[in-house]
């Protein structure tokens, strides 16, 4: 026999692609083959010259169960040699890949390759079947390949939660070093009440004077430290209804029963809070 009839004669493994197919649920779709002594197997055969493996997937799984896939992912390769449960005697590389079908039962259409039997199996019940070499490789990269994603998802799910409580710790420091501070803030409000007190009587002639507006800045000064350190003055209002919780009535016009029905008639002290909490409410006149 010549060199060239020799090369004729040669065979080679057969590249063969596999399609585990899942649902929304996780759970396998399996059908008993004709070709594989009546076992469960996954979907697959030959790719096509000029095919690539993914449209091969997609095709050889639309010709033996009548669907529509979509590919995740490949879940890798194995082989088969002469696998005693084939109907014939061959070398096969599995080139493999798991799929999503979202559709109804009624879809899959099993060609003459299979008997008509199929069912969808737990990752569990599939790893309990006695099931072809490669279709229980198959299972077993897919289970695989599960461990890796809820682990991953467990990972994420932990990076989220570690900068969820970073961002609790950060906004409890920046309250713990504020309300540390409230007693010498409540110290200071007297002084810029006392600023206010002068500022606020500044005849319009004097008001562009050196003295006043260096008073002035040094009034600005103080609000802005306080500003820095994250206290602010609460809105009041003449007209405005008076509220407890942010209110204090220091004095009451006469002929009013309940104070909380009134209204504001004058400020006598401004409020401060930080952030929700009130640390001095604002002394008001209700009318």
Same mark, same amino acid.
């Given at each position: ?24 649920e996780g759970k396998i779709l399996l059908a008993k083959s004709k070709k594989w002594n009546g076992k469960y197997t996954v979907f697959g055969g030959h790719v096509e010259y000029s095919?690539?493996?993914?449209d091969a997937v997609v095709r050889e799984t639309k010709e033996e169960a009548g669907i529509d896939v979509k590919i995740i992912t490949s879940l890798g390769f194995s082989q088969s040699?002469?696998? $005693? =449960?084939?109907?014939? $005697? $061959?070398?096969?590389? /599995? ?6 079908f979202s559709g109804r039962d009624e879809e899959v259409k099993l060609n003459d390759e299979y008997e008509n039997d199929f069912k969808w199996f737990s990752l569990e019940e599939a790893?309990?079947? =006695?099931?072809?070499?490669?279709? !229980?490789?198959?299972? #077993? ?10 682990? /991953? ?8 939660? /570690?900068?969820?409580?970073?961002? !609790?710790?950060? %906004? ?23 600023? @206010?007190?002068?500022?606020?009587? &500044? ?13 002035? @800045?040094?009034?600005?000064?103080? #609000?802005?430290?306080? +500003? ?13 209804? /008076? ?5 204090? +009535?220091?004095?009451? %016009?006469?002929? &009013?029963?309940?104070? #909380? ?18 640390? !001095?409410? +604002?002394?008001?006149?209700? %009318?």
């Open positions: 026999m010549d060199e060239e009839q020799k090369k004729k004669d040669k065979k080679y493994p057969e590249p063969i692609v596999g399609s585990l197919i899942i649902n929304p095919e690539s493996l993914e040699i002469h696998d $005693k =449960d084939c109907y014939k $005697k $061959k070398h096969m590389v /599995f080139l493999d890949y798991l799929c999503e790893l309990k079947l =006695d099931t072809p070499h490669g279709t !229980r490789r198959l299972i #077993e990269a897919y289970q695989e390949y599960k461990n890796q994603e809820d682990y /991953f998802d467990s990972w994420k799910r932990c990076a989220a939660d /570690f900068e969820n409580y970073k961002k !609790r710790q950060a %906004e409890n420091q920046k309250d713990l070093i504020a309300y540390s501070n409230i007693n010498l803030i409540l110290e200071i409000l007297p002084v810029l009440d006392n600023f @206010h007190a002068s500022t606020d009587h &500044i005849p319009e002639d004097q008001k562009k004077s050196a003295w006043v507006v260096g008073i002035m @800045h040094i009034q600005k000064q103080l #609000e802005k430290v306080l +500003a820095d350190n994250g206290v602010l003055e609460i809105v009041v209002k003449e007209g405005d209804k /008076f509220d407890p919780e942010i209110h204090e +009535a220091i004095k009451q %016009e006469s002929g &009013i029963k309940n104070q #909380e029905s009134g209204k504001i008639n004058k400020i006598l002290m401004k409020g401060y809070k930080i952030g929700d909490r009130i640390i !001095r409410a +604002a002394g008001v006149v209700v %009318e």
